[in-house]
């Protein structure tokens, strides 16, 4: 019987796990590339009329928001409606702080609609990307990277070759700090700023692995480092 459990238990977090890292792995980089060909896409601009903005809750423990916006706009005399407020496949998904737009908007209100000149009715309110399809590609793909082209390093010795080693260690923290700090969307004309997280990183990376060595080298050996007696 317990056999029988712990199999069932490594079942169910075979279920668990193997769809959660498939997504992490696939969904979100692909959610980034939908978004890129939705910004192409939609290169037109126009003034649009908010109908309604509410807040909605996502169920569960956990929960996020998400802005729930309709709208109008006018292109060549025919008015058109629309309720996407941004790009990409998982544009309805809830996230931390996700209603923000929606808290700011009344019906009423005259709001910024980007659409497609060869299709007027898909259209949408945020240009750019969801935090998330950049964020959390860097974080597994950068890891990914990690694992396959540093080689392991030993306690007390310098990262080897050195520099691809920074530069690679940059790519995951560069994203756990995409997520956690910038707004649900990363505007076209923000996305410099993961760049400049980026280089941060690499700049913090560079000086914090010379002055580690020097002290495990020259410093007294630390209490899990000396020999018991």
């Known amino acids: 019987m317990g056999r029988g459990f712990r199999m069932t238990g490594k079942g169910l977090l075979i279920l668990i796990f193997v769809p959660l890292l498939i997504g992490l792995f696939f969904m979100m980089p692909a959610d980034f590339c939908w978004s890129s060909w939705h910004l192409l896409a939609a290169q037109e601009t126009t003034t649009g009329v908010v109908v309604s903005a509410k807040e909605s809750t996502g169920e569960g ?29 998982m544009d309805a998904a809830y996230e931390a702080d996700g209603s923000e737009l929606a808290r700011g908007l009344k019906p009423g209100d005259a709001i910024p609609v980007y659409y497609s000149g060869k299709d007027p009715s ?63 969307v990363i505007l076209v004309t923000d996305f410099w700023i993961p760049f400049l997280i980026y280089a941060g990183v690499v700049l913090l990376g560079a000086g914090f692995w010379p002055v580690r060595f020097r002290r495990t080298q020259s410093g007294p050996p630390t209490r899990w480092l000396r020999p018991r007696i």
């Open 61 to 89: 423990r956990g929960h996020g928001t998400r802005s729930d916006i309709v709208y109008r706009y006018r292109v060549n005399g025919t008015e058109y409606a629309g309720s996407r407020v941004r790009p990409g496949f």
């Open 122 to 184: 898909f259209a949408f309110l945020l240009k750019g990307w969801p935090k998330w399809s950049v964020g959390f590609s860097l974080v597994v793909w950068g890891a990914f990277a990690v694992s396959l082209w540093c080689p392991d390093r030993k306690k007390g010795e310098r990262p080897s070759p050195f520099w691809r080693y920074v530069f690679l260690q940059a790519v995951p923290f560069t994203g756990l700090i995409t997520v956690a700090i910038l707004d649900p």
